[in-house]
């Protein structure tokens, strides 16, 4: 178990190694030049461009450059601009071009809402989701099963950011039903944290519930076919445990399968949701950026996401091996 | 993890003691034959008082064809202590009549009716909930695959400590002491550490003794064993068998054995039942279906059989395949594939279904044959070519 762990780490590590040198290169091939970037269009001297340039130590090679980004990351680093010197903490990302903000404040400030949106969907698909799907590989072919199956197809077939888009116009503000999106840190207001995320929550959740209850349906169906299923039930158990214990055990391999794989794809789908609900997320902030050829930023917000995609594929590699004893041997 | 235990090896000497009867056995199967012949018009071919009894069982579901009559008006009985044989070839309802006796057809799409009697309790009919408390408890089911009959995710011990907790009200610890003591009696050596393990840390020998130890946590009174050896390799199946032998006489209970292979069936069973296309069509003592058959499809079960004599003949197979249970040919099921049919007067065996009949007229052996001359037909023709 512990070597599993081991090598999943290390394979892990070097994802983001890898993703780092690759948004690095991004610096060089961007059809932009910083410090032009930087100097603005107007008033912008030669000499003013060349001071910039050598604060920001483009000038020099860009191996040392790669170099003094990834210790500054571990060790931080002091940037000079026009005889003030500006301390840039552990884990420097650098500064924002146009707000003068370190980086990695505004990634803090960003994370903990993108995080929230993807938790409460990832509870919300793997709870209701898998529940629907496992009740309908139960009632196979029944009525419930049938209407579950076609309404899956149905909203799979409408592009999510209309729903999004549908919902937040109508059921937030026309028809002020549900509460308007809104951010609160949960460790300033649970209550409010709660209030101003439900209304996406549900959006993104039971958009996709569909799909993992259309996934938990397909893999129970599987199982529930299973001869230790049978052996289960002649075992004398409850329909009750045959199911949630013994069925659903296996039916979950797949799904969680999947799951590693949305989780990648709900962060980047939660620029969406936080652009229709007005989320100050690392969605919202990439768009800016990208707005403003925003660099730092950019890199920082690819680097931040590469590592959270790379933690939770470590974290659904665990609970692989939790659930099925035979993938700690290979 | 998986490197499979040393102690595996001892499969080969546990329970090597069943090779030949003992002589106490003998005197456990039941009354002589001749107190056998005095108790004739029973229904079971022992004469016991039966722990099993299975009247008209009929089982139907319907399919995409049409509906589907698995078995049709099955009727045997099994006392405490013995085994009976369910011999039949794939398809011919020998599963599907022993999972009707666990209930576990789905009820929705199942149709079952006749008679199932545990110990005198009707099981037809029983609702979910209660037909829960007898599975697994009163009666168990050994499965043919352990590989995939076994849950391939929880540990064995957890396996057997779950089948004793459902019928019995006791702390994890006692289920635990229980489960270990049933690993040690079915010879799976080093419980303890066995315990702890998976499935596919099991041989396949290992996991169809754990398999049995499941079944008989609860000290069934009657033990299903569907093709128990199946699926296991020639040398660990005579070791199974000798288990359950060895097994069913420390615990009496009923064992009803479903197989194909004549040689286990000579091996375990006192009584056997032949079954094709979901009929009984011969029904009586080992001794009598085996030594004395009276219906060509038992003969052409026991033709089909190598014999080591007989090395370098050919196989005798039954010729042609099983009828589908969507359209049973008219008259005797067999009739197709029969060799004897035109030594039948008139177009009987054609039109018109055999009774299951006395083969002498009276007593416990019976069959489903128009043909008079059963028994010279027998001894005549087909008892030389068995060698």
Same mark, same amino acid.
């Given at each position: 178990?512990?070597?599993?762990?081991?090598r999943?780490?290390?394979?892990?590590?070097?994802?983001?190694?890898?993703?780092?040198?690759?948004?690095?290169?991004?610096?060089?091939v961007?059809?932009?030049?910083?410090?032009a970037?930087?100097c603005?269009?107007?008033?912008c001297?030669?000499?003013r461009?060349?001071?910039?340039?050598?604060?920001?130590?483009?000038?020099?090679?860009?191996?040392?450059?790669?170099a003094?980004?990834t210790a500054g990351?571990?060790?931080?680093?002091?940037?000079?601009?026009s005889?003030?010197?500006?301390?840039?903490?552990?884990?420097?990302?650098?500064f924002?071009?146009?707000?003068?903000?370190?980086?990695?404040?505004m990634?803090?400030?960003?994370?903990?809402?993108?995080?929230?949106?993807?938790?409460?969907?990832?509870?919300?698909v793997?709870?209701?989701?898998?529940?629907?799907g496992s009740?309908?590989a139960k009632?196979?072919?029944?009525l419930?099963?049938?209407?579950?199956?076609? $309404?899956?197809?149905?909203? &799979?077939?409408? *592009?999510?950011?209309?729903? +999004?888009?549908? @919902?937040?116009?109508? %059921?937030? #503000?026309l028809?002020p039903?549900?509460?308007?999106? $809104?951010?609160?840190?949960? &460790?300033e207001? *649970?209550?409010?944290?709660? +209030?101003?995320l @439900?209304?996406p929550? %549900?959006? #993104?959740?039971?958009?996709?519930c569909?799909?993992?209850?259309?996934?938990s349906?397909?893999?129970?169906?599987?199982?529930?076919?299973?001869d230790? @299923?049978?052996?289960?039930?002649?075992?004398g158990?409850s329909?009750?445990?045959?199911?949630?214990?013994?069925?659903?055990r296996?039916g979950l391999?797949p799904?969680?399968?999947?799951?590693?794989?949305d989780?990648?794809?709900?962060?980047s789908?939660?620029?969406?949701?936080?652009r229709?609900?007005?989320?100050p997320?690392?969605?919202?902030?990439?768009?800016?950026?990208?707005?403003?050829?925003?660099?730092?930023v950019?890199?920082?917000?690819?680097?931040?996401?590469?590592?959270?995609?790379?933690?939770?594929?470590?974290?659904?590699d665990?609970?692989?091996?939790?659930?099925?004893?035979?993938v700690r041997?290979? | 993890?998986?490197?499979?235990?040393?102690?595996?090896?001892?499969d080969?000497?546990?329970?090597?003691?069943a090779?030949?009867p003992?002589?106490?056995?003998?005197?456990?199967?039941?009354?002589?034959?001749?107190?056998?012949?005095k108790r004739q018009?029973?229904?079971?071919?022992?004469?016991?008082?039966?722990?099993?009894v299975?009247?008209?069982?009929?089982?139907?579901?319907?399919?995409?064809?049409?509906?589907?009559?698995?078995v049709?008006?099955?009727?045997?009985s099994?006392?405490?202590?013995?085994?009976?044989?369910?011999?039949?070839?794939?398809g011919s309802g020998k599963?599907?009549?022993?999972?009707?006796?666990?209930?576990?057809?789905?009820?929705?799409?199942?149709?079952?009716?006749?008679?199932i009697r545990?110990?005198?309790?009707e099981?037809?009919?029983?609702?979910?909930?209660?037909l829960?408390k007898?599975?697994?408890?009163?009666?168990?089911?050994?499965?043919?695959?352990?590989?995939?009959?076994?849950?391939?995710?929880?540990?064995?011990?957890?396996?057997?400590?779950?089948?004793?907790?459902?019928?019995?009200?006791?702390s994890?610890?006692?289920?635990?002491?229980?489960?270990?003591?049933?690993?040690?009696?079915?010879?799976?050596?080093n419980?303890?550490?066995r315990?702890?393990?998976?499935p596919?840390?099991?041989?396949?020998g290992?996991r169809?003794?754990?398999?049995i130890?499941m079944g008989?946590?609860?000290?069934p009174?009657l033990?299903?064993?569907?093709e128990?050896t199946?699926a296991?390799?020639?040398?660990?199946?005579a070791?199974?068998?000798?288990?359950?032998?060895n097994?069913?006489?420390?615990f009496?209970?009923?064992?009803?054995l479903?197989?194909?292979?004549?040689g286990?069936?000579?091996?375990?069973?006192?009584?056997v039942?032949?079954?094709?296309?979901?009929?009984?069509?011969?029904?009586?003592?080992?001794?009598?279906?085996?030594?004395?058959?009276?219906?060509?499809?038992?003969?052409?079960?026991?033709e089909?059989?190598?014999?080591?004599?007989?090395a370098?003949?050919?196989?005798?197979?039954?010729?042609?395949l099983?009828?589908?249970?969507?359209?049973?040919?008219s008259?005797?099921?067999?009739?197709p594939?029969c060799?004897?049919?035109?030594?039948?007067?008139?177009?009987?065996?054609?039109?018109e279904?055999?009774?299951?009949?006395?083969?002498?007229?009276?007593?416990a052996?019976t069959?489903?044959?128009h043909?008079?001359?059963?028994?010279?037909?027998?001894?005549?023709?087909?008892?030389?070519?068995?060698g």
């Amino acid at each position: 178990m512990l070597y599993f762990v081991a090598r999943r780490l290390v394979s892990a590590l070097s994802v983001v190694l890898v993703t780092l040198i690759a948004t690095f290169a991004l610096f060089f091939v961007a059809p932009t030049d910083p410090a032009a970037a930087i100097c603005g269009e107007r008033n912008c001297t030669m000499e003013r461009y060349n001071e910039i340039k050598a604060n920001l130590h483009l000038d020099r090679p860009k191996v040392q450059q790669f170099a003094e980004y990834t210790a500054g990351i571990f060790v931080g680093r002091t940037f000079e601009t026009s005889g003030v010197k500006q301390e840039c903490t552990v884990p420097c990302l650098g500064f924002s071009f146009k707000s003068d903000r370190p980086v990695t404040e505004m990634l803090k400030t960003r994370l903990p809402v993108t995080v929230s949106l993807v938790a409460g969907y990832a509870v919300l698909v793997l709870t209701i989701g898998v529940f629907v799907g496992s009740m309908a590989a139960k009632r196979r072919g029944t009525l419930g099963d049938r209407a579950l199956m076609s $309404s899956t197809l149905i909203m &799979s077939s409408v *592009p999510y950011y209309i729903v +999004a888009l549908m @919902i937040s116009l109508y %059921l937030t #503000i026309l028809y002020p039903i549900l509460p308007r999106g $809104s951010y609160t840190p949960i &460790s300033e207001n *649970p209550g409010k944290w709660f +209030a101003g995320l @439900i209304t996406p929550w %549900l959006v #993104i959740g039971i958009y996709n519930c569909t799909q993992y209850a259309r996934y938990s349906r397909g893999s129970m169906v599987e199982t529930l076919s299973e001869d230790y @299923i049978r052996t289960a039930r002649a075992k004398g158990l409850s329909d009750r445990s045959v199911t949630y214990k013994h069925a659903l055990r296996s039916g979950l391999i797949p799904v969680i399968t999947i799951f590693g794989l949305d989780i990648a794809a709900s962060l980047s789908g939660a620029i969406f949701t936080e652009r229709i609900f007005d989320l100050p997320g690392l969605g919202n902030l990439v768009l800016q950026s990208l707005e403003t050829y925003d660099l730092p930023v950019i890199m920082g917000t690819v680097l931040i996401a590469s590592v959270v995609l790379v933690a939770m594929n470590f974290l659904v590699d665990v609970m692989y091996s939790l659930i099925d004893p035979r993938v700690r041997l290979s | 993890m998986s490197t499979p235990a040393p102690e595996d090896r001892k499969d080969t000497m546990v329970g090597t003691a069943a090779g030949e009867p003992a002589p106490d056995a003998a005197a456990k199967r039941g009354p002589s034959i001749a107190t056998r012949e005095k108790r004739q018009g029973t229904l079971n071919p022992s004469g016991e008082t039966p722990y099993l009894v299975v009247e008209d069982l009929t089982v139907k579901f319907p399919t995409a064809d049409g509906v589907v009559s698995a078995v049709n008006g099955l009727s045997y009985s099994v006392p405490l202590g013995r085994t009976l044989a369910i011999v039949g070839e794939s398809g011919s309802g020998k599963s599907v009549s022993s999972m009707a006796v666990m209930g576990l057809h789905d009820r929705k799409r199942t149709k079952i009716t006749g008679s199932i009697r545990l110990g005198g309790d009707e099981i037809v009919g029983l609702p979910e909930n209660e037909l829960m408390k007898v599975r697994g408890d009163a009666v168990a089911m050994v499965f043919q695959d352990p590989q995939s009959s076994l849950h391939p995710l929880y540990t064995v011990g957890n396996q057997i400590t779950e089948a004793y907790r459902v019928h019995h009200k006791v702390s994890k610890d006692v289920a635990k002491k229980r489960a270990l003591e049933m690993l040690d009696l079915v010879g799976i050596p080093n419980p303890i550490r066995r315990f702890k393990q998976y499935p596919h840390e099991f041989s396949g020998g290992m996991r169809q003794r754990a398999m049995i130890a499941m079944g008989l946590v609860n000290d069934p009174k009657l033990v299903i064993a569907d093709e128990p050896t199946t699926a296991l390799d020639v040398t660990v199946q005579a070791q199974i068998l000798d288990l359950l032998n060895n097994l069913q006489k420390e615990f009496g209970s009923a064992i009803v054995l479903i197989t194909h292979d004549l040689g286990v069936v000579a091996e375990m069973a006192d009584d056997v039942l032949v079954m094709y296309a979901g009929r009984c069509v011969e029904y009586g003592t080992a001794e009598d279906v085996l030594a004395r058959p009276r219906m060509p499809y038992t003969w052409g079960l026991l033709e089909s059989i190598p014999t080591v004599s007989a090395a370098n003949e050919r196989l005798q197979p039954i010729k042609g395949l099983p009828p589908s249970l969507l359209s049973l040919p008219s008259g005797c099921s067999f009739n197709p594939r029969c060799p004897y049919k035109e030594r039948v007067k008139g177009e009987r065996c054609t039109t018109e279904l055999p009774e299951l009949l006395p083969v002498d007229g009276a007593g416990a052996h019976t069959s489903r044959c128009h043909l008079h001359d059963k028994a010279s037909i027998y001894e005549a023709e087909v008892a030389p070519r068995l060698g």
